[in-house]
């Protein structure tokens, strides 16, 4: 069983940035970041291979959010820039069973509690 627990969220402006983290309780192969907002399917954000070689992004954040590891500290991160009030949601930190990347919510075996983002106008 792996603990996930996120943070870094909060309320900016248009235009600015947040850096989510995610600690997880144990060790890790694939991890991800999805998203969901009011109303709305959880959606697929971005995914790193276990040894970070692979990633993938949403094409709604790609070239604005950066995902990576630090497998010493058990920690993937989400750097979100350029903010946009489209991505207001809560966001989730899962993690997979297998080894590399993967964009389906099915193959994540571990979800945290989520962390609020909220980007006004």
């Known amino acids: 069983q792996v603990q996930l627990v996120e943070s870094g969220g909060g309320l900016v402006q248009a235009g600015a940035s947040l850096r989510l983290s995610c600690v997880a309780s144990?060790?890790?192969?694939?991890m991800g970041w999805f998203r969901q907002a009011p109303g709305k399917e959880r959606e697929f954000v971005a995914t790193?291979?276990?040894?970070?070689?692979?990633?993938y992004y949403a094409d709604s954040v790609k070239g604005r959010f950066t995902i990576s590891r630090d497998n010493a500290k058990n920690t993937v991160y989400l750097q979100m820039n350029s903010l946009k009030p489209e991505d207001t949601a809560v966001y989730y930190c899962?993690?997979?069973?297998?080894?590399?990347?993967?964009?389906?919510?099915?193959?994540?075996?571990?979800w945290g509690q989520g962390t609020q983002v909220t980007v006004s106008s």
């Open positions: 899962a993690a997979a069973q297998i080894g590399g990347a993967t964009m389906g919510p099915g193959e994540y075996a571990y």
């Open positions: 144990g060790r890790t192969y694939a």
């Open positions: 790193i291979s276990r040894n970070g070689g692979r990633i």
